[in-house]
């Protein structure tokens, strides 16, 4: 498996589950306004965690690719995707909207992507959900109340 950050919450993971075939997943690609150079990107599964230009920019990923962007369980060529309801901010979405968890397992490894998270703290029932993890990629900025991400205090707890 070979995991690649591009800046931002992008990144691009390439496994091969079996003898399938390498399988292209990538996260979160974000828009121009982040003032980032997108790289060229094709994908088989393209994962949104939420739809602000930073993290939705579609256009830029080429490929006949499955799009998930929700929460719920997806199996695509035997990698396993479980999105999990969470927000973009610490008001239960009110100020800026939800966001989705992702879970990837493949080749024996389960990675988490908390897209943006904006909530201070996991529940309990989204920790459950999220299970052990292997890789976790979490986004850390503070500023939350301008950007809605948390803070390295936040993410260390």
């Known amino acids: 498996m070979t995991i690649n950050w591009y800046g931002q919450s992008l990144f ?14 990538i996260i979160d690609p974000f ?12 994908a088989d599964i393209l994962i949104i965690s939420h739809q602000h230009e930073d993290h939705n920019n579609k256009k830029a990923v080429s ?5 998930i962007e929700c929460p719920g369980e997806y199996e695509i060529k035997n ?6 309801q969470s927000f973009h901010d610490d008001a239960e979405g009110k100020e800026r909207g939800e966001n989705t968890i992702f879970t990837v397992e493949s080749e024996g490894l389960r990675l988490c992507h908390l897209g943006d998270l904006g909530q201070k703290e996991l529940t309990d029932e989204q920790l ?3 299970g052990e993890i292997d890789v976790l990629m979490i986004p850390v900025g503070g500023n939350h ?9 936040e993410a260390h707890k």
């Open 12 to 25: 691009e993971i390439i496994t091969v589950p079996e003898k399938n075939g390498p399988v292209k997943i």
């Open 31 to 42: 828009g121009e306004s982040t003032g980032l150079k997108i790289p060229k990107l094709e």
């Open 63 to 67: 490929g006949n690719f499955c799009l």
């Open 79 to 84: 990698v396993f995707i479980q999105g999990i």
């Open 128 to 130: 459950e959900k999220i």
């Open 145 to 153: 109340k301008e950007h809605g991400t948390i803070s390295e205090k």
